[in-house]
């Protein structure tokens, strides 16, 4: 959630790369900003609520070479200059990513021996470390202990007063160390220091780094000293830039013809045989969970439609945070795949630990290739959305879809479920959909649509089979980014009370391509209309008509017919929160990553 940055090098500039990375993670959620920065046993530390330039504004010119930054999303306490980061106990200065679990008992420890200024767990972690440093005179030892006691998740970026090294640990939260030519650094994402390194390193659980302006070295918690293995950047993966776009949602959206293009091309080129070769081996599962968050979720819900269809296995799909509570009904034959854009979702991340303790087969789709989830898995396939700095994802999301697709392709070849001419329709699709993504994006009505139902206070979706979940993601993205009310609904639901909600001018926005489900799906259009809706239908059957407004797609096969129905909901969500003057890419509250439960 939080977002780390850290510098020890040779230019006496940390100020500014602190600022600079601390913007790269704006995308991940914040309410308020800080850097700390230290010179010789002096560290100085500014703190402002807001946005980032907020804090700039308060900088002084002073410059040094070693420093920490913080972006902080609350979690204890309130968004005030008092609790947010970084917080300094005695000789610590601290920013930390994730949840310390036990810090209220913590507190209670260390209440005789500390006075506490804030209602955070930072500033309980941070007076715990200083409490083993003033024991054990060494702050490796003090990190070792605090290993050993703190429960929860963290990431945590330290400065030492008599200490000219910069420290991190990690548990369940994600922190990449880099060296470049300009010296070390450390941050929650690559984003905030691809820019200045040249290779990187994940940082292991429960491993200490110390890092000088020269090298990095890494201890495990017996404090036995590591060989960290660093990998190369390939210049330019990292760096972003919205290329003209009003917003990175915008330019997102726009991308995804090349996302599915890089998504789909090392699986499928002239022919099938790569399908095979590149995805694991699924013949030998007969029943299959779906576990993810959000809008990962929502792809998870297309997933088992596709899969279900066209492979006869049954599916289930939950939301993590569900799962991982609850009693698990599988076996050696059962298949667990979880979804994060990411890599570092928590509640996926617990999910899979649970299922690979019960030993569980697990497949991570994710867009993050060394991220925690995906080194965990047993089998890992990667989309190819790049970087993705709006909150509200677009282009991920497609990829995820894309990735499922295939999968149900792969276990209709596996299972002879296809026939060779649907499957020859399918590749021929493949190739021709980013024109028909682009196509798509560019002549879609969208901006008709907006205007007309932005004012609005409630907004309703309806669909049946997949277009239901193709349903929940557009209201997410709707409520996500224009603080509009809106609910997602399976249609046949509307006689179950739903309809009770709509009234004159109410937009209902009813999603059409299911064809052996048109009948039906009209019919419940029908219902809102007559009793005063403003009906919105988004179809691939040009023969439907008389609705206050519509949006046309091109018909192509069920497996890749989602990628152009969500097209229109992105895009009508992004112009109403653009019509209502919200903050698109940084929506208020929400999170990029969420790495705390």
Request: aromatic fraction near 8%; charged fraction near 30%; proline fraction near 3%.
């Amino acid at each position: 959630m939080c977002g780390i940055v850290g510098y020890n090098g040779k230019e006496n500039n940390s100020k500014n790369i602190l600022i600079e990375g601390l913007k790269k993670l704006e995308y991940r959620g914040y309410d308020s900003a800080g850097i700390a920065l230290k010179e010789n046993k002096k560290i100085k530390i500014t703190k402002a609520t807001g946005k980032i330039v907020n804090l700039e504004k308060k900088l002084d010119d002073y410059t040094t070479t070693l420093g920490i930054g913080h972006t902080r999303w609350a979690t204890h306490g309130s968004p005030t200059e008092t609790n947010s980061h970084p917080h300094q106990v005695g000789e610590i200065t601290i920013v930390h990513n994730g949840i310390i679990e036990n810090y209220k008992e913590l507190k209670e420890e260390l209440k005789k021996e500390y006075n506490f200024k804030s209602e955070t767990d930072t500033e309980v972690a941070c007076a715990l470390i200083d409490h083993y440093y003033k024991q054990e005179k060494d702050i490796k030892k003090a990190l070792a202990k605090f290993i050993e006691k703190v429960k929860g998740a963290y990431a945590l970026g330290i400065l030492v007063k008599d200490d000219e090294n910069l420290y991190s640990i990690r548990k369940d939260c994600p922190l990449v160390i880099g060296k470049g030519e300009i010296g070390n650094l450390i941050a929650s994402d690559i984003l905030a220091i691809s820019k200045y390194s040249k290779e990187i390193y994940y940082l292991e659980e429960n491993t200490i780094a110390q890092i000088s302006k020269e090298n990095v070295k890494t201890y495990n918690k017996d404090l036995e000293e590591l060989t960290p293995i660093f990998k190369q950047i390939p210049k330019g993966e990292f760096e972003t830039d919205k290329c003209g776009y009003e917003h990175y949602m915008l330019k997102e959206i726009h991308e995804q013809p090349k996302v599915f293009k890089n998504t789909t091309e090392k699986f499928i080129n002239d022919n099938i045989n790569n399908l095979k070769k590149e995805m694991p081996d699924f013949k030998k599962y007969n029943k299959i969970h779906i576990v993810a968050c959000g809008s990962a979720y929502h792809t998870g819900l297309v997933g088992k439609n596709l899969i279900e269809e066209y492979a006869d296995i049954p599916v289930t799909v939950e939301i993590a945070s569900e799962y991982r509570y609850k009693k698990n009904f599988y076996d050696e034959n059962t298949l667990l795949i979880v979804v994060s854009q990411s890599g570092e979702t928590a509640d996926t991340l617990a999910a899979l630990r649970l299922a690979k303790k019960d030993n569980i087969d697990t497949l991570a789709i994710v867009n993050v290739e060394n991220s925690t989830i995906a080194r965990e898995a047993k089998h890992v396939i990667k989309t190819e959305a790049g970087p993705e700095i709006a909150v509200a994802t677009t282009k991920a999301y497609s990829a995820q879809i894309a990735t499922f697709g295939l999968i149900a392709l792969n276990m209709a070849l596996e299972k002879n479920t296809i026939k060779k001419e649907e499957l020859t329709q399918i590749l021929k699709e493949i190739k021709e959909l980013p024109i028909q993504i682009e196509n798509t994006i560019n002549n879609c009505n969208y901006k008709e649509i907006a205007q007309a139902i932005y004012q609005r206070d409630d907004i309703f979706f309806i669909g049946r089979g997949i277009d239901y979940a193709l349903c929940m993601e557009g209201s997410l993205k709707l409520k996500e980014i224009s603080y509009i009310h809106s609910q997602a609904y399976a249609a046949g639901e509307l006689k179950h009370g739903t309809i009770s909600l709509v009234e004159n001018d109410t937009p209902v926005i009813g999603i059409i391509t299911e064809q052996q489900l048109k009948d039906k799906t009209i019919s419940n259009i029908e219902e809102v209309k007559s009793r005063g809706a403003k009906t919105i239908v988004i179809t691939n059957d040009n023969e439907i008509k008389n609705y206050d407004y519509i949006t046309y797609l091109p018909k192509i096969h069920k497996i890749l017919q989602p990628l152009l129905t969500v097209l229109p909901l992105q895009l009508i969500s992004y112009e109403v929160a653009r019509l209502r003057n919200c903050d698109i890419d940084k929506p208020k509250n929400l999170a990029k990553s969420v790495t705390v439960e």
